[in-house]
């Protein structure tokens, strides 16, 4: 159930196993893609202005105390100091230099709350907006953004995971996640094996196998291998393909971001960002720190740090923050007492996160739990307001009602409300 839930691609909108083995004839670099978008007029004109999502995903749950709301001095603070910031009054936990100083461009969230402590199910409510079910699978909000906002005749994808992440569910093939396993090199299967002219020759063969199958019964399927296929090509042959590589940067920028899988992840990112790619995420693992918290901490959040921060920075000096939303989130915190292991276990009670670009008001904190961090005493927050404040930063509309397979209508985001006093 947990892998299912986590990985599922998510491509059968019929529930069909014919029609998943079918799409996994291509390559993985096709299969993923998600390189067909669809676009009413008012996405249209969304699409001029550019405007994208970098979700930073901390995998595992990372603790609010060690982060975001630092509790030094009490009797659940641990061992964490907090530091000053560069905007005024806000304090972060010590972990975090670099952020610290860019906190003029970040809005911190400390009092999410939701029910789920699971980190598969917990997981796809922060990504979804939607408990999971056992019959219908709900759509990433990446998938979302890219049905939305993005170009369906784009030469690349139009959501790009570096990393696992949750599928398009019942969106389909057309907006599907494409995962990038290693930053900074291209895609798998996506560099050319063979000359431009057999490579023509072999999709003209494959198109004349797609019609037989159309004209016996097929055609839903046939017509989608062929788009699929179309695009990937597209993609493999395009000159914006290098905006997965690192050859184009500065060794002094790459030193920028950090040597790690990550801060090179969230360099591609920018470099996606500019390529025009509406939504990409960066995952960094580590964050389940049931013992030895503090121990994991500083190679944890030194890399996020460090990557996050240069981000933030590199977008806002390439004009490119106010059209960029940049969330920072785990799949909940941390319980504020620690165990006997040295560790702190699952708390979605009460968890924190960072937005950051798009309008958002830098320096400002919103919400606040008590001194033991045991509860939120002011201005609790739902997983929806988390939605509907993201939709809000990307110009889309919360109400826009997606079709499931079976004619049902559903809003992008069910419930909540944009969170107040986060935009200028």
Same mark, same amino acid.
């Given at each position: 159930?947990?892998?299912?839930?986590?990985?599922?691609?998510?491509?059968?909108?019929?529930g069909s196993v014919s029609r998943r083995r079918f799409l996994q004839l291509g390559s993985a670099?096709?299969?993923?893609?998600?390189?067909?978008?669809?676009?009413?007029?008012?996405?249209?004109?969304?699409?001029?202005?550019?405007?994208?999502?970098i979700l930073?995903?901390?995998?595992?749950?990372?603790?609010?105390?060690?982060?975001?709301?630092?509790?030094?001095?009490?009797?659940?603070?641990g061992q964490t100091k907090a530091i000053r910031t560069a905007a005024s009054g806000v304090q972060i936990a010590e972990y975090w230099?670099?952020?610290?100083?860019?906190?003029?461009?970040?809005?911190v969230i400390r009092t999410m709350t939701n029910k789920?402590? &699971?980190?598969?199910? #917990?997981?796809?409510?922060?990504?979804? +907006?939607?408990? @999971?079910? =056992?019959?219908?699978?709900?759509?990433?909000?990446?998938?979302?953004?890219?049905?939305?906002?993005?170009?369906?005749?784009?030469?690349?994808?139009?959501?790009?995971?570096?990393?696992?992440?949750?599928?398009?569910?019942?969106?389909?093939?057309?907006?599907?996640?494409?995962?990038?396993?290693?930053?900074?090199q291209l895609p798998d299967n996506a560099a050319l094996a063979i000359p431009q002219s057999r490579l023509r020759e072999r999709l003209t063969m494959l198109a004349q196998q797609d019609d037989d199958f159309a004209h016996a019964g097929a055609t839903e399927l046939a017509t989608e291998h062929q788009a699929l296929y179309k695009q990937a090509s597209k993609m493999m042959l395009s000159p914006q393909l290098k905006?997965?590589?690192? &050859?184009?940067?500065? #060794?002094?920028?790459?030193t920028?971001? +950090?040597?790690? @899988?990550? =801060?090179?992840g969230l360099l591609v990112a920018r470099r996606l960002v500019e390529a025009g790619v509406p939504f990409i995420e960066v995952r960094r693992g580590g964050w389940d720190n049931h013992r030895n918290l503090y121990k994991a901490l500083p190679k944890n959040a030194g890399m996020v740090d460090q990557g996050l921060a240069q981000l933030i920075a590199d977008l806002k000096q390439r004009g490119r923050l106010d059209r960029t939303l940049i969330v920072c989130v785990g799949e909940f915190g941390r319980t504020p007492k620690l165990n006997k292991r040295g560790g702190r276990d699952h708390w979605p009670k009460n968890f924190g996160l960072l937005m950051a670009g798009a309008g958002v008001r830098g320096g400002k904190v919103i919400g606040k739990t008590a001194d033991d961090g045991m509860t939120v005493v002011d201005r609790?927050?739902?997983?929806?307001?988390?939605?509907?404040?993201?939709?809000?930063?990307?110009?889309?509309?919360?109400?826009?009602?997606?079709?499931?397979?079976?004619?049902?209508?559903?809003?992008?985001?069910?419930?909540?409300?944009?969170?107040?006093?986060?935009?200028?």
């Amino acid at each position: 159930m947990q892998n299912d839930l986590l990985l599922d691609v998510g491509l059968d909108r019929h529930g069909s196993v014919s029609r998943r083995r079918f799409l996994q004839l291509g390559s993985a670099a096709l299969a993923g893609s998600g390189l067909l978008g669809s676009m009413s007029l008012h996405a249209a004109e969304l699409k001029k202005q550019n405007r994208a999502c970098i979700l930073v995903w901390l995998s595992g749950g990372p603790s609010q105390m060690e982060t975001w709301d630092p509790k030094p001095g009490t009797t659940n603070g641990g061992q964490t100091k907090a530091i000053r910031t560069a905007a005024s009054g806000v304090q972060i936990a010590e972990y975090w230099p670099k952020l610290a100083r860019q906190m003029r461009d970040v809005a911190v969230i400390r009092t999410m709350t939701n029910k789920e402590g &699971a980190h598969a199910r #917990a997981t796809y409510h922060l990504h979804t +907006g939607r408990r @999971p079910t =056992g019959v219908l699978k709900f759509p990433n909000f990446g998938s979302v953004v890219a049905s939305q906002l993005g170009d369906p005749e784009a030469d690349i994808p139009n959501f790009v995971s570096i990393g696992n992440t949750i599928s398009s569910g019942f969106l389909g093939v057309q907006t599907a996640p494409f995962v990038v396993r290693r930053a900074g090199q291209l895609p798998d299967n996506a560099a050319l094996a063979i000359p431009q002219s057999r490579l023509r020759e072999r999709l003209t063969m494959l198109a004349q196998q797609d019609d037989d199958f159309a004209h016996a019964g097929a055609t839903e399927l046939a017509t989608e291998h062929q788009a699929l296929y179309k695009q990937a090509s597209k993609m493999m042959l395009s000159p914006q393909l290098k905006a997965f590589q690192l &050859a184009g940067e500065s #060794a002094a920028m790459k030193t920028a971001y +950090g040597p790690s @899988p990550f =801060g090179q992840g969230l360099l591609v990112a920018r470099r996606l960002v500019e390529a025009g790619v509406p939504f990409i995420e960066v995952r960094r693992g580590g964050w389940d720190n049931h013992r030895n918290l503090y121990k994991a901490l500083p190679k944890n959040a030194g890399m996020v740090d460090q990557g996050l921060a240069q981000l933030i920075a590199d977008l806002k000096q390439r004009g490119r923050l106010d059209r960029t939303l940049i969330v920072c989130v785990g799949e909940f915190g941390r319980t504020p007492k620690l165990n006997k292991r040295g560790g702190r276990d699952h708390w979605p009670k009460n968890f924190g996160l960072l937005m950051a670009g798009a309008g958002v008001r830098g320096g400002k904190v919103i919400g606040k739990t008590a001194d033991d961090g045991m509860t939120v005493v002011d201005r609790p927050l739902v997983v929806e307001d988390m939605f509907q404040t993201m939709c809000r930063a990307m110009k889309i509309d919360p109400t826009t009602q997606m079709v499931t397979p079976i004619g049902r209508p559903l809003k992008i985001v069910d419930g909540g409300q944009v969170i107040s006093g986060i935009f200028a």
